[in-house]
């Protein structure tokens, strides 16, 4: 497995490849995804898992998500978890929004002729879906989703993106807001960049030893022109 980057290695542009997480990454969509999976919970008469344990799933594959946080239901009652969760979480879809400054970003990426994917662990008619109510499906070459492959931590996701693109693990940058984002770098050999807004905290982000924590969509646009991808372009945009 090829070693990971470190941020002494960094040099403008170095990353030809960026690939982002959905939810908690580019879409504020934490707080409905874990208040839906409490409700699903709640339906059911389980034990209805905390706001950490129910955003510390956020990322992972459905199925991997709902065996977390709800360990002792017993497994023939799962799909009627899926169901109450699924009814939760779509009653609410359409109030979620990309996080403020998204659009604008992946626009500059584009222009710098970096190329874009998202690793997510929504199905893909989630994503499909997501992409299409907010218009940005364009700005990616390639996605890959949990219903496809093995969910995070699993390299998958990142082998079968790179793969589809050409690029190799030391142009490649994942960016997310969670633990299963960075194992999923690392189990890659991809360098993890986390952003500290989304599902998990950014204490336990920094365990993982990522490249750099950012607090904010212009924090994470000021890190990229500083350090990897935007760095031909001004500081006025």
């Known amino acids: 497995m090829p070693p990971m980057a470190d941020a002494a290695s960094l040099s403008p542009r170095r990353f030809r490849f960026v690939v982002f997480d959905w939810d908690g990454t580019l ?15 709640r339906d059911l008469g389980a034990a209805v898992p905390d706001d ?28 009627d ?13 359409a109030a979620i929004s990309l996080f403020a400054g998204v659009r604008e970003l992946l626009s500059e990426l584009g222009a710098a002729g970096i190329v874009l994917g998202v690793a997510t662990g929504k199905s893909r008619a989630g994503l499909d879906h997501a992409l299409a109510q907010h218009g940005i499906g364009g700005f990616f070459a390639a996605t890959r989703c949990a219903d496809e492959g093995f969910s995070k931590p699993h390299p998958d996701m990142l082998l079968r993106l790179m793969d589809q693109v050409g ?13 299963h984002d960075l194992l999923l770098a ?4 991809v360098a993890g960049l986390a952003v500290g807004y989304g599902a998990h ?14 607090h904010s969509i212009p924090d994470l646009r000021a890190w990229l022109r500083g ?5 031909r372009l001004g500081t006025d945009h």
């Open 52 to 79: 950490v344990d129910a955003r510390y799933v956020i990322g992972l594959g459905l199925a991997d998500a709902l065996r977390h946080v709800a360990p002792d239901l017993p497994r023939e009652r799962h799909p």
């Open 27 to 41: 879409a504020d969509s934490t707080a409905i995804i874990a208040e839906a999976l409490q409700q699903a919970c």
């Open 167 to 179: 690029a190799v693990p030391g142009e490649t940058l994942m960016i997310g807001d969670t633990t």
């Open 201 to 214: 905290a950014p204490a336990g982000l920094a365990q993982l030893q990522p490249l750099a924590t950012v």
């Open 81 to 93: 978890l899926v169901a109450r969760y699924r009814h939760h979480y779509l009653a609410r879809e």
């Open 186 to 189: 690392q189990n890659a050999g």
């Open 227 to 231: 350090n990897a991808c935007l760095a």
